[in-house]
T-cell receptor, first 115, second 110 residues
Framework: DAGVIQSPRHEVTEMGQEVTLRCKPI?????LFWYRQTMMRGLELLIY????????DSGMPEDRFSAKMPNASFSTLKIQPSEPRDSAVYFC?????????????FGPGTRLTVL | AQRVTQPEKLLSVFKGAPVELKCNYS??????LFWYVQYSRQRLQLLLR??SRESIKGFTADLNKGETSFHLKKPFAQEEDSAMYYC????????????FGTGTRLTIIP
């Protein structure tokens, strides 16, 4: 298994453009998490899904951000319109069940730069 | 609200010396605490969780509810321990949200 797969690995875009980040979780995992990592705020949970259903989106910064999970093997995080302050590394992670007794596996991240 | 504080952004330790990475938390209930590690050019990965009470790669961490701390310790540092370390907290109410600290970059000096 290749683990959690994210694409693209790097994205450079201009302010105002739409950005779509993609994630393929580990097969069979019920939970999928999206995180954002910045120097100032560290690693923050944006949203997580259980069985394709969004459970907690309290970390989504504003309406410009949206996330979907149309099936068990694919999720997207969309930013529209993008702004320079969205520049960060975005991580996707998945786990088999809840985190108390199950490890969360992270993807390699997507480094987003908004000019 | 839950919060995790890692007071040291950078920590340098000589090889063979003891290591202690500090983590303090703020949470009104009984938390579940974790340490995650990211080695150079590798993915973020779980190092240990407090409920397992285990030692991983020589590291241990004890949950001290009185001091609201979960410090990570190792008696003798090795060069391969150089990495970024994150402390994380999860509530025990069935929500899978992890709150991370800002991380400590540990450098082991040969």
């Amino acid at each position: 298994d290749a683990g959690v797969i994210q694409s693209p690995r790097h994205e450079v875009t201009e302010m105002g453009q739409e950005v779509t980040l993609r994630c393929k979780p580990i097969s069979g995992h019920d939970y999928l998490f999206w995180y954002r990592q910045t120097m100032m705020r560290g690693l923050e949970l944006l949203i997580y899904f259980n069985n394709n259903v969004p459970i907690d989106d309290s970390g989504m910064p504003e309406d410009r951000f949206s996330a979907k999970m149309p099936n068990a093997s694919f999720s997207t995080l969309k930013i529209q319109p993008s702004e320079p302050r969205d520049s960060a590394v975005y991580f996707c992670a998945s786990s088999l069940w809840g985190l108390a007794r199950n490890e969360q596996f992270f993807g390699p991240g997507t480094r987003l730069t908004v000019l | 609200a839950q919060r995790v504080t890692q007071p040291e952004k950078l920590l340098s330790v000589f090889k063979g010396a003891p290591v202690e990475l500090k983590c303090n938390y703020s949470y009104s209930g009984s938390p579940e605490l974790f340490w995650y590690v990211q080695y150079s050019r590798q993915r973020l990965q779980l190092l240990l969780r407090h409920i397992s009470r285990e030692s991983i790669k020589g590291f241990t961490a004890d949950l001290n509810k009185g001091e609201t701390s979960f410090h990570l310790k190792k008696p003798f540092a090795q060069e391969e321990d150089s990495a970024m370390y994150y402390c994380a907290l999860k509530s025990n109410f069935g929500n899978e949200k992890l709150t991370f600290g800002t991380g400590t970059r540990l450098t082991i000096i040969p």
